[in-house]
């Protein structure tokens, strides 16, 4: 069994800064790319960034250069920074990873999801 738990989230006024966390637990697998996703009342489920294992990158246009994406592959760990706020990053946060388990193909985990809030 694979597990995804997000840390961090919480109430931030604008231009403040937050980190969340996801760990990945389980046993016998290996994990391919990682990221984060957003979910507002008006929006489903929209990237923010990933990860892949090599470390390349990727950000929603609307994050970039506020939003930073990192891992750690020993510790099955991805955190995301985000600084300058701004009211509109509003969401429920998600963490997501492609997970590769003995005899399974690769398949998509996720976190329960953990609130963010910008506001003064």
């Known amino acids: 069994q694979v597990q995804l738990v997000e840390s961090g989230g919480g109430l931030v006024q604008p231009g403040g800064s937050l980190r969340l966390s996801c760990a990945v637990s389980g046993s016998g697998f290996s994990i391919n790319t990682m990221g984060w996703y957003r979910r507002t009342p008006e929006n489903d489920r929209d990237l923010v960034a990933t990860?892949?294992?090599?470390?390349?990158?990727n950000y929603a246009d609307s994050v970039k250069a506020r939003f930073t994406i990192s891992r750690d592959n020993a510790k099955n760990t991805v955190d995301l920074q985000m600084n300058n706020l701004k009211p509109e990053d509003t969401a429920v946060y998600y963490c997501n990873a492609y997970v590769k388990r003995l005899f399974f193909r690769v398949a998509p985990y996720w976190g329960q999801g953990i609130q963010v809030t910008v506001s003064s």
């Open positions: 990860i892949t294992s090599d470390g390349i990158t």
